[in-house]
T-cell receptor
């Protein structure tokens, strides 16, 4: 079956540090890949997505590149802010997923200190 | 445009009690989903409705039932709550099914935090 593995947190960084959150996946076919962010007390919001190999998704300074050869979709940001503190979820939607359901990783909590 | 709304925000139940979680979307989306979120496990799909009038089981459907009341509303019912159902429940929707998979964004509600004692 499909699965998503992402690095466990929490990840604690100082403001303006470089961020990488690793995400790898297992899926047959050609899934679409997503990063969702959950701020404290809120629901999930789409951060970025990529729908085919070598696509780069980007938003709010975050980037992730769909690497089919390494089955990865790592999230990066060059300079984090305190306001980026949240839980980040990597997810995939594969063609054979019933109802186009999303398969989520376990989430990575990011804490950014001033 | 409120997006996806859920009620209630918080609920405490005793073992064996029943309750219904409500979800509504105003984006004219065809497909709706119920997920539960447990620490370290991401979100897991409970049930989904591909379109009005249809519902199907997801990964963890045991102990739950759903109703797609109309295109806007999708409710989740716990008939006899158990402590293992303590979780945060999220409703989501997308524009609609596309054959072969979807690149659509799922839009999530704010969640319902449920505690079963």
């Amino acid at each position: 079956g499909n699965s998503v593995t992402q690095m466990e947190g929490p990840v604690t960084l100082s403001e303006e540090a470089f961020l990488t959150i690793n995400c790898t996946y297992t899926a047959t076919g050609y899934p679409s890949l997503f990063w969702y962010v959950q701020y404290p007390g809120e629901g999930l919001q789409l951060l970025l997505k990529a729908t085919k190999a070598d696509d780069k998704g980007s938003n709010k300074g975050f980037e992730a590149t769909y690497r089919k050869e390494t089955t990865s979709f790592h999230l990066e940001k060059g300079s984090v802010q305190v306001s980026d503190s949240a839980v980040y979820f990597c997810a995939l939607s594969a063609p054979q997923n019933a109802g186009n359901m999303l398969t989520f990783g376990g989430g990575t909590r990011l804490m950014v200190k001033p | 445009n409120a997006g996806v709304t859920q009620t209630p925000k918080f609920q405490v139940l005793k073992t064996g009690q029943s309750m219904t979680l409500q979800c509504a979307q105003d984006m004219n989306h065809n497909s709706m989903y119920w997920y539960r979120q447990d620490p370290g496990m991401g979100l897991r799909l409970i049930y989904y409705s591909a379109s009005e009038g249809t519902t199907d089981k997801g990964e963890v459907p045991n102990g739950y039932n759903v109703s797609r009341l109309n295109k806007r509303e999708f409710s989740l019912r716990l008939e006899s709550a158990a402590p293992s159902q303590t979780s945060v429940y999220f409703c989501a929707s997308i524009r609609g099914l596309i054959a072969g998979g979807s690149t659509d964004t799922q839009y999530f509600g704010p969640g319902t935090r449920l505690t079963v004692l």
